[in-house]
């Protein structure tokens, strides 16, 4: 009767009359106490059996047992329909149109009717399994006895009777065993509350998602819902619950690789289950239908309506997507010395005997308490802004992961961290082999279609390889049984941001209680967290060394997903079409996932260097066991690849902040800090995968700088003031809040090129650091003021025959080359002249590949990585700035007036008259846009000041070259060359690669300050000034005055005028009598800094005498400028994000290596690709990585001085100016 209880024909009034019946009678309280009494019965009874069967000796008693082909007991006929009568009552408690759903919730919950009923059919399913098991011991008993007893009566001749009696014994022996229905039946009811649990959770989700829409004015519904809510996650919390969830995910994983069923006997593990499916339908990886964008199954291919019995994997989902939301269970997080996991659930249990709404304030009291214990210091959850995992979290659940659900009570296994983080482990694995088949089906479709041709053979390649690696899983256990692939994709990636989430749980706990003990022995005063230092990656995050290489392979098989369906990931999620039913995509429904393991905020993160040896001249020899789990896991090619196909399409949605996108979130949680991962990958990671990752963050950092325009926000039709008398309203609809201020953010810092800066500026400042790196020079045997990358130069400068040379070390002529191999050693080749055979076999075995260079193997390794950072990130962020600059340029000439332009985007880039907004980076207006040009170019002149000194340092070693070689000719013409010289040709080789070094720190800084100078100074020039800092005004006069020193010709040479708009006709005027006159009236009322301005402007004023002169310098000008960069301190202190050291751009440029030799060191001769294209305005990003990406010389006159990575950017780069430099004369 209670079955027919949804169905249409039953009247609505008829089936509330039938539940108020049933909850004034108790009738749901007796039922679940029938149902327990009934399984403990059948329990017994299938036990006593298994007994009887392990006490009979003779085989006429055990073929008697055995024979015994008893039907359904009536006992195993009630459970099913207690079973079935419980299961419906779940489903009126979620039927919220019923008028008595809180008593039925209430009844369930004091019943405790879902638990009983796991807990009965784990109990049976096991105990019918035992029975089996010994019902076939037996029935091998008896085949055993009666072959015995044939033989017997054979051998003593018993004539044809003989025969005839043994032939009909045998044949009664060699029968199969009887099928057993009754294990099937239990079966059957386990399968049952399976599905009730996963129907359950689908419940939940879908009344979660109405909640988050629901009309505010509908007080009472959304009451209803949070009630619904809250009883539906107690109800799944309960230990028999979770326990059968457990007890299912675990049989499904063990039937596909046969691995451990930890601890449990065959007998007690539940059978899996396995559902018949289409085979097309369950294999297609893209949207059903051969219309839909991003692939799928066509209809001409093999296997299309064919059945194929796989297995089931609805409940093993939402079991994950439950633990996923749920916290830790209580033992977890109760006090040292507190109860048990037993005692909590009995704890649990008893309060849940109480009515939910009597539980409401005991829940919300146990939050705020749990909120007070939490510290502060503890990193927040929700950075950066606009990441796919913070705005659509129902991609990753339907609530933020470890939250415990609405109440908080929702509740994982009690389970050991580890012990959860095997079996998780084994769910991806198995999912992940389980999608091979997916991706072979549809290449095999695609082929079929004709599109195979599309798909290179290196990407059909790597489809496999990636996924079959040594660490795969291994084959299923049975042939053919997997899990549907279609899904196998999303749940994999669900199943470690589980793990993750369980490791920082658990760490998070742990950390906690060490808090709680700490406040309780300090008493009633307050804990002092600063005095026990940060927080450790270990409390932050616990051991996540397992996790690394699952997550890396998941990365990479999402990307192979998306290349065998031709799904583009700037538009994924977007560009789907069809029914409803058909619109799912494992690249749509994994990607959210992905992004949110692969990023900082909430994946496994690189454990930091320890204290104390966290300096570049204090690393140690070695990393730590989590850095090089995280380094030898193929994590970092995996990010990039992800990193490249997330933002290889130009224009896309996600460039657009479309709303179900995920935006530069995941490269900003890498790029937003240079500390811990970048620093550990530089000194330990392999050099051409950390090159490649940074070429890459390069390009991206670069095309993130192209949305920050303010193009892509849509301005809404507005009314503007002037004829009609309406007031000024403009709508900018923008589809992710915080999503520009988070990249304008990360323009100009705190990002991954500022935290370099500061960790190279602190390493050599300060007494520990300059004692590290005095230590460290003297164990080299390095001169007072020597370089270390100049160590080879000065050996080959030293005088020969013995004579001490400058560094103090033998004269002898050696040619060292040290590179940094693949697997991140250090190999030394050496050549010495045969006059010096004996000396020179003697110095190279003393000097370690440590000491050839003054550096241990971290150091040199982390510099010269350094070296290469600051070159590719200086280009994109300069080109960035100049981007910025000239956008910003636009729209203040439409905003003050001063061009012609549309008034929407006049009213919409506007100062806004709220100072919130003011200051406000996610808004589109002209401060928005001038503070994050000029905090851009900012930025750029700091990385480029130790440039500056880095060449100038090459060229005074080449300068003194040049005159040893000089002397050293005059020399040998005058005393017939006598020994102990230095070799005029050496000195000039040496002469020519100081220099050679000199010129390409040169080309670099000629590339990228100039143009971004006077861009910056023209935005300033148009009424943009008010919006830039002191710091951005002395950066900028500190970046003029500085490079006028060192290359006034060649500077003044690019630098050319800007356009001043004045009051009257346009004027053109100098870059430097423009920033002379801008900061003139910026800071001439300030108090205390006239002396400063006066200083800057005078050398300001001689900038524009030397730029009059074409860059002739006059006597005393280079001091009058030096000058002024001097006087630039102040402003220049004033930039809280700049290293602290007055003098910290020096130390930092004596430390970098020439770009030739940091490219040598790290062996990174072989992919030119790694230089970047030499078109400005390329963010094209083939392949899976930058190293791996297509390189094209150019073969004009210039001799290959630059590459392309297609003909498209060698056009476009002819057309802007490399005609002139290559062209036929």
């Known amino acids: 009767m209670f079955g027919d209880l949804h169905r249409p024909r039953v009247p609505l009034e008829v089936r509330n009359g039938m539940v108020k019946l049933a909850m004034d009678s108790q009738f749901l309280q007796a039922l679940t106490r029938l149902a327990a009494a009934v399984g403990e019965a059948e329990v017994r009874e299938a036990q006593r059996r298994c007994a009887q069967l392990s006490s009979l000796r003779s085989a006429r008693a055990l073929r008697s047992a055995t024979s015994d082909a008893k039907p359904l007991s009536t006992r195993l006929m009630i459970e099913g329909n207690c079973i079935g009568l419980l299961t419906t009552f779940v489903g009126v408690a979620m039927d919220l149109k019923g008028a008595h759903v809180r008593r039925v919730q209430d009844a369930m919950e004091a019943s405790e009717a879902l638990s009983c009923i796991a807990h009965v059919v784990v109990r049976m399913v096991a105990a019918y399994a035992e029975l089996d098991a010994a019902k076939e011991a037996a029935a091998t008993a008896v085949a055993v006895a009666g072959a015995s007893a044939s033989g017997s009566r054979a051998a003593a001749g018993s004539g044809g009777r003989g025969g005839t009696g043994g032939s009909a014994s045998g044949s009664g022996a060699q029968q199969p065993p009887n099928q057993f229905p009754v294990r099937d039946t239990a079966a059957e009811h386990y399968n049952r509350v399976c599905k009730c649990a996963h129907v359950m959770w689908g419940t939940y989700v879908k009344f979660h998602s109405e909640l988050a829409v629901a009309d505010p004015a509908a007080a009472a519904a959304a009451t209803k819902l949070h009630a619904t809510l809250r009883w539906m996650e107690r109800s799944l919390s309960r230990p028999c619950v979770q326990h059968l969830l457990l007890q299912h995910v675990l049989a499904q994983v063990v039937a ?15 059978p899996a289950v396995k559902a018949p499916l289409v085979h097309a339908s369950c294999h297609t990886l893209g949207y059903m ?8 199954a066509r209809a001409g291919g093999t296997r299309h309506d064919s059945i194929t019995l796989l297995l089931h994997a609805d409940t093993t989902n939402s079991a994950l997507e439950i633990w996923t939301l749920a916290t830790l269970p209580a033992a977890a997080e109760a006090p040292a010395g507190g109860g048990s996991s037993s005692s909590g659930g009995s704890s649990s249990s008893s309060s849940a005997r109480r009515p939910a709404h009597e539980l409401e304030q005991q829940q919300q009291q146990q939050q705020q308490q749990q909120q007070q214990q939490a510290c502060t210091e503890w990193p927040p959850a929700d950075w950066p802004p606009g990441t796919p995992w913070q705005l659509s979290n129902g991609a990753v659940t339907v609530g933020r992961p470890g939250s415990g659900g609405r109440s908080g009570q929702l509740r994982r296994p009690p389970m050991p961290v580890g012990a959860l983080e095997a079996l998780l482990l084994r769910v991806a694995e198995t999912r992940l082999a389980s999608l091979v088949q997916g991706l072979l089906y549809n290449l095999e479709q695609e082929g079929s279609a004709g599109r195979a041709g599309k798909l290179s053979e290196a990407d059909q390649a790597r489809t496999l390889l990636a996924l079959v690696t040594p660490a795969a899983v291994a084959p299923p256990a049975a042939p053919g049984l997997y899990f549907s692939p279609r899904g196998s994709l999303a749940v994999a990636a669900r199943a470690l941001v589980l793990a993750v989430t369980n490791r920082s749980d658990h760490a998070r706990a742990r950390w906690q209680q060490k808090q709680l003990e700490k406040k309780q022995k300090q008493g009633a005063a307050p804990v002092d967290t600063s005095a026990s230092g940060p927080v450790s990656e270990a409390d932050l995050q616990g051991d996540v060394r397992r996790l690394w290489l699952p997550i890396a392979r998941v990365a990479h098989a999402c990307v192979d997903t998306a290349v065998v369906c031709g799904t583009d990931f700037g538009n994924v999620g977007v560009d789907g079409s069809g029914p409803v039913a058909d619109n799912y995509h494992e690249v749509v429904a994994a990607l959210p996932l992905v992004e949110r393991l692969m990023s900082q905020c909430g994946g496994p993160r690189v454990p930091p260097l320890p204290p104390g040896r966290n300096g570049l001249f204090t690393l140690p020899p070695a990393p730590l066991p989590g850095q090089a789990a995280a380094l030898e896991s193929g994590y970092l090619p995996a990010l990039e690849r992800l990193l490249r196909a997330l933002h290889r399409t130009r224009g896309s949605k996600r460039e657009q902040c479309h709303v179900l996108l995920g935006g530069f979130g995941l490269f900003v949680s890498h790029a937003r800090a240079f500390e811990p991962t970048w620093a550990v990958a530089f000194a330990y990671g392999q050099p051409r995968e950390v090159a490649s990752l940074v070429a890459t963050s390069a390009t991206v950092l670069q095309l993130l700088a192209l949305t920050t325009d303010g193009t892509h926000e849509q301005v809404s039709s507005v009314s503007l003031g002037g004829a009609s008398a309406g007031t000024t309203v403009v709508h900018v609809a923008q589809d992710t809040p915080r999503e520009m201020a988070m990249r304008r953010g990360l323009l100009h810092g705190p990002n991954m090129l500022r935290g370099l800066l500061t960790w190279l500026a602190d390493s050599a400042a300060g007494e520990a650091g300059a004692a590290a790196a005095a230590a460290a020079a003297a164990a080299a045997g390095l001169a007072p003021g020597e370089c270390w990358w100049q160590r080879q130069w000065s050996r080959r400068l030293a005088p020969q025959l013995g ?28 050549s010495t002249s045969s006059s010096t055979a004996t000396s020179s076999t003697s110095s190279a075995s003393a000097l370690t590949c440590a000491s050839d260079w003054g550096l241990p193997q971290p150091a040199l390794q982390a510099l010269a990585m350094s ?7 200086l280009k994109s962020v300069s080109r960035a700035a100049r981007h910025l600059a000239a956008k910003a340029h636009e729209l203040a000439l439409v905003v003050w007036d001063l061009a012609p332009g549309d008034p929407l985007i006049k009213a919409a880039c506007g100062l806004p008259s709220n100072p919130d907004q003011d200051h406000d980076d996610d808004c589109g207006h002209i401060g928005t846009h001038t503070r994050a040009a000029a905090g851009t170019a900012r930025l750029v002149f700091q990385a480029a000041a130790p440039l500056v000194h880095a060449f100038t340092l090459c060229k005074e070693f080449a300068d003194a070259a040049r005159a040893r070689e000089g002397s050293n000719s005059s020399s040998s013409g005058t005393a017939g060359g006598g020994g102990g010289g ?27 300050l100039p143009p971004c100078i006077a861009s910056v100074v023209q935005l300033l020039c148009v009424g943009a000034g008010p919006q830039a800092t002191d710091a951005d005004f002395g950066w900028l006069a500190h970046a003029l005055l500085q490079l006028a020193t ?11 005028d800007v356009i001043v ?7 053109r005027m100098t870059v430097s009598k423009a920033l002379g006159a801008i900061m003139s009236l910026r800071f001439r009322e300030v108090p205390g800094k006239e002396a400063e301005l006066r200083v800057v402007t005078e050398a300001l004023d001689v900038a524009k005498a030397v730029q009059d002169r074409s860059g002739r310098l006059a006597p005393g000008e280079r001091e009058a400028m030096l000058a002024g960069c001097a006087a630039t301190a102040g402003w220049r202190a004033m930039d809280s994000g700049a290293p602290a050291q007055p003098d910290w751009a020096r130390r930092v440029g004596a430390l970098l290596p020439p770009p030739a030799l940091a490219t040598e060191l790290l062996g990174l001769g072989g992919c030119p690709a790694l230089e970047g294209c030499s078109n400005g305005a390329c963010v094209r990003m083939p392949g899976a990585s930058a190293a791996a990406a297509p390189a094209l010389r150019c073969g004009g006159r210039c001799g290959g001085a630059v590459l392309y990575c297609c003909g498209d950017c060698q056009a476009a780069h002819w057309k802007a100016g490399h005609k002139a430099a290559c062209g036929k004369k």
């Open 1046 to 1056: 060192v290359v006034p010709e060649e500077l003044f040479g690019k630098l050319g």
């Open 1061 to 1067: 708009p004045p009051s009257g006709p346009r004027a």
């Open 256 to 270: 596909v690789d046969a691995g451990s069923s930890y601890g449990l006997t065959p007998q007690q593990l539940l």
């Open 867 to 873: 070296s290469f950072t600051l070159q590719r990130w």
């Open 982 to 1008: 230095v070799d005029t040709g050496e000195a000039k080789a040496v002469a020519a690669e100081a220099e050679a070094a000199a010129e390409a720190w040169k080309q670099l800084l000629l590339e990228c």
């Open 289 to 296: 239908g051969g219309a839909a964008a991003g692939g799928g």
């Open 803 to 830: 004579a001490a040379g400058p560094s103090g070390s033998s004269g002898t002529t050696t040619n060292n080359t040290n590179t940094i191999t693949a697997t991140g050693s250090i190999s030394t080749s050496s």
